[in-house]
């Protein structure tokens, strides 16, 4: 995620570079033709603003369609964060509520909460490296048993494997009685909320916006940037300022190449890219909270934005 | 699901075909006759400029209506995916959390969780065939009974009658003791998610988007078409270009043409055709998920994108 | 709701006949007045421009109101067809959960899923009914007892009283041991959930789109339809083919009046018109599948489209 | 909610009164100025339409908020009929359902099921009161215990107040017996329901529609009026027809003024105005329906429009 | 959260007072230029036509988005009200229900019922200051016991640690007999509630809307805004008024900064500023009403708007 107010320019135009060559060699050539007079053709104005006008249409419903991705992406790990904190925080409240039953062991109890709530750390980091489709497994080494850790590297998909095994460690405490009554009932409630993010995620993930929005636009992007300096050299001609339709031309191209850009850069929002959803910060925001609700006294260092990025 | 970012042109140009020829038709006839001098007939571009705003508002409300129901569509088979996964998790915790019970019995428990997961495969298979008006039952051989079988194929509505029979098994289950509690009370909130589910994509199969939208989308596209060479006939022919007028009407009316076929072709999700919703891929993953998840070894394969496309 | 692809020609014009008529006087009597030279009023062209897009703007709005009406009511029956069969399913499994209970009888228990099956159906009906303002309660005797159709129609609110019957019901059978445990409590949800549907329909039925906007779009067509002549005649006598005004005047008014229109009719579903939420089609389609997880064999025939219609 | 298809011509232009005053002094004077020779000022036509297109994104972005905050109160207003109605057959059948019970005490019990479901029509009206800043309490008297009333009126937040009370006494039919088991915790669900109803009403009324649209729409929309005759006199006399400008002028302005103040108009749905969502025949109606579920014979009239307007 | 109906017109120009002086320098530049015949280059006015509904995309986005994350601000703090509201009515009626049992104690419930909604009161304000970035915890020391606010000081995130807190404090009440049955399975549901929304206020602070929609946006006022008197001088100078063409530069460039700058101050909700959700007044409502509900006599003074603002 972006998080400076500006840009550096240049990156900026290597973003439309195509466009913008494109646009150049179009513009400086057919006003080459039309001032020696070797070829003048030229269109009314009136086309470049009729294809101008589909082209935005187009546009704008690439750039919602993005943005809606983009921020669903966000929300979903949003709530992430949250089921995260609210299953954690049922997890020590519930294995404590039993400290005045018969059975309650301490340390049987002490330890089954930091490993569970460990195995929702390891949960929330394995989504992350899944979704960012990287190999990085040892990051949850520290988060899980030997045996677990070595389960998990067979299994084809992580973080199902860690729902998985983390309602088996629900009712295995049920059974033994570190919990009891309805607590695995409502913890149930926050692992479904975890499964549905997850779900929602790999549909992100896994879907493109549809192809052919994509491919059209850039399509009838180019089909407007060529015709467009034949629909300006007309007037600028008919006003003895021929040459000035080259920036002209050039600069309506720039603006129109970027919206388009804009809209795609936000579409696939977990490609470890600059323009991502900012998912190593949040994982490591909610491995913080989680372990200050354990009372734990080392707690991880907060990730900040580095050169305007945070990622 | 069209998967490649480009398109063989004649693909494209085909899909549009039957509006490409018709311009042709209308802007070399028109430019012939007014060539020739027989009828000099042109109208001002600003009749060409407010039909086109008019079909645009139509265009944009379709593409827009058009891409909301392929987009629910596939939210609806993400969460297909998520409640599978979670209900054959709930199956197979729920049964193994008897294990310390009296009246537990390993051999019938491990052949109740085997047997209710494959009916939960089962019914998603259903759920393809069925909207995809197919008669490939026997795909469903594997994952049921005989009896079960041959039951369902007598059914009407075939996923639904899953639906009952994965019912009545969890409550045969809780007769017999191998779930107990609450298990059903919570297994129904998955099987209520994927009836309602079921439902959605029923009611999208069923209801196509109003033919009001579409009949006068075509409708006024063709009167665009037809229009257009009348309109641009009068300025090109003034600039002494009157020939250019006929690839400037043909590429306007291509774009056009592009803009209501691209939401057309969305409309309807669940036909078989390259821009499904990709249900056979889906189902695919959810049977390894679940296979997976059963502890089986011998998982299918997955299915990946053939030349570009995923069915 | 219209299935069919193409329109009658003359049922189109017959919808937005006055419309025309106001056009056609309008274009034909602007332009004797001008061609006799009586009256040679004539406006800017880009006064119709400006007209026009504020009333698309209207248009646009409404059209999205209307159709967002309409899909809602659409919904709100998809989800009817999912709650009802669920609901089904929750009596028929739950009552066969008790088969092996000491206080089981078979026959109290069929004939309670059959009669509160039918219940369910009969509200299904009744909604239909209600919402079409119709008066064919009779329909509804085949699926209640006696005493409970002659109550019902006493009653003002029939689906209400459905509702409230079948709830009475429900604790009846958790008196008698038909039902236990929490199975009451599960049926609930899809009592509550049918409840929540009701109350969408009546407030669908009940509140029409805002007036202003239906009155407005109205007003600002009209002062479209009779200003747009005076706005073309300019153009078209310096074309010298001023006679051509009338019918481009007349295909312009066309072009908007239709797209009022389309809105408009979509605006109030339950109407009983052709355009309606296909009513009789689902309520068909909920009988037959809710008899068939009965068990029935003598099922209704399906509804289907009669002249590309589906009521 | 006006509920009259046509409008009062005077009263539509009574609401846009100083808009349509500010337009006739500026088109009139600078007509008189222009044609006097004594100030020959105008503008080009662009100016109009680029200030128009601008104003017309503000007021479309309005509208929709304005209507959005409309349909969302009704939509509230919806969900509190079906709550209502709801957790009114709650009461009834729970009540009931205890029939078969020890303790069960048939005087008790009828008397509790009319005193808290008339505590939910108190609930009702007392919102109704509450949101239109009125202070007709003694509507709610018939409803009421003399002791819940005289308590009433001392509390600052009545609804809230009421909400306290009916909770209480649950739990007190729940320790005499006379509700029992879950009858509380499903009752919970519409108690809930009906709380956030209230909130989100009392959200939109408390929370103008953000008045920097407001006064920037105002703020632009006059300064399109009183430049749009400067932007007109220049065609219009060059067709040597200046006069004419000034109608045009005061019809365009009127077009904008009406498509401003519709919106204003919807955006606050509770102030007691003709254009209200209709409160009073809402709460009408859930008293009528709650009434007939208890079996009262003499229920109220049914509230209907008066003058095309219903309240 | 602004409340007046009209603005100061200094506090306007203000506000948009760098777009201002630019717009200004570069209309009075060109002009001056043009006049004395240095450099008359001048644009069509199609180029600005084009630019400028360019620009209008990008400022309709920016502004829908800016105002569904207000609104959406907005909302969640009225689901705080509610959800508040009803965790009070919670505590309150739960631990009276329990009156008519054996190991009930007067004096620890009522203690109880107010150490738990103060600590509710607490948790409000914490998310206010939380959100604002401010240090003014000592406001929280009058809801909490000494101990509490001790460890509440030395937490990272403190309305986290306040939901543990509260979490802790019923499971406690469960444990001694103050609540008991299914009192906190109830009360969990709001307390989720209250957490979804802690959640849902920190994606809104820590997730600026995305930077490339700000940034390109005021890139694109500034080009427009500087290229804007280019393509007016040319027919204001044809007309003989090229002076004119200064203020008009100026005022479309003032309309379409301020439509920039209407949604740059909805952006971000959180910020202390005066176009905030009103924060401090929402806290101050829902003390009241808890205060109230508790039977507390000397409540605080409702906050009312200041100058016509509301903090």
Same mark, same amino acid.
């Given at each position: ?16 570079? /195509?466009? =913008?060559?494109? @646009? ?8 080459? $033709?039309?001032?020696?007079? &070797?070829? *003048? ?108 850790? /070595?389960? =998990?590297?067979? @299994? ?8 998985? $095994?983390?309602?088996?460690? &629900?009712? *295995? ?139």
């Amino acid at each position: 995620m972006i998080l400076k107010r500006n840009f550096n320019p240049l990156k900026v135009i290597h973003y439309v570079k /195509s466009e =913008l060559l494109i @646009s150049t060699a179009a513009s400086v050539g057919i006003w080459w $033709l039309f001032e020696n007079g &070797i070829a *003048q053709f030229s269109l009314p104005f009136s086309i470049a603003a009729i294809l101008g006008s589909a082209l935005a249409i187009f546009i704008a419903f690439r750039n919602n369609s993005a943005y809606g991705r983009w921020w669903e992406a966000r929300k979903v790990w949003g709530g992430i964060v949250n089921s995260s904190r609210v299953l954690a925080r049922l997890i020590i409240t519930f294995t404590d509520s039993h400290a005045h039953q018969a059975n309650y062991e301490k340390e049987r109890s002490e330890s089954f909460k930091k490993h569970l709530v460990y195995c929702c750390i390891a949960w929330v980091h394995a989504l992350r490296i899944h979704l960012r489709n990287q190999e990085t497994w040892s990051e949850l080494k520290p988060f899980l048993s030997p045996e677990d850790y /070595s389960q =998990l590297v067979l @299994s084809q998909n992580k973080p199902n494997f860690l729902q998985l $095994l983390i309602g088996k460690k &629900i009712y *295995q405490a049920m059974a033994n009685g570190t919990l009891g009554g309805f607590d695995s009932f409502q913890m149930e409630g926050q692992l479904l909320a975890l499964a549905n993010y997850q779900g929602s995620c790999e549909r992100i993930k896994n879907t493109p916006l549809l192809r052919q929005y994509d491919f059209f636009t850039r399509l009838f992007l180019y089909v407007f940037i060529i015709l467009l300096p034949f629909a300006l050299i007309g007037d600028f001609s008919r006003m003895e300022m021929a040459g000035l339709m080259v920036p002209v031309s050039i600069l309506i191209s720039f603006v129109f190449s970027i919206q388009a850009k804009v809209g795609e850069v936000n579409e696939d929002p977990f490609e470890n890219r600059i323009t991502d959803v900012p998912l190593s910060s949040l994982c490591n925001s909610i491995e913080i909270d989680l372990k200050e609700m354990l009372g734990e006294g080392n707690l991880p260092k907060k990730l900040n934005q580095k050169d305007g990025y945070l990622y």
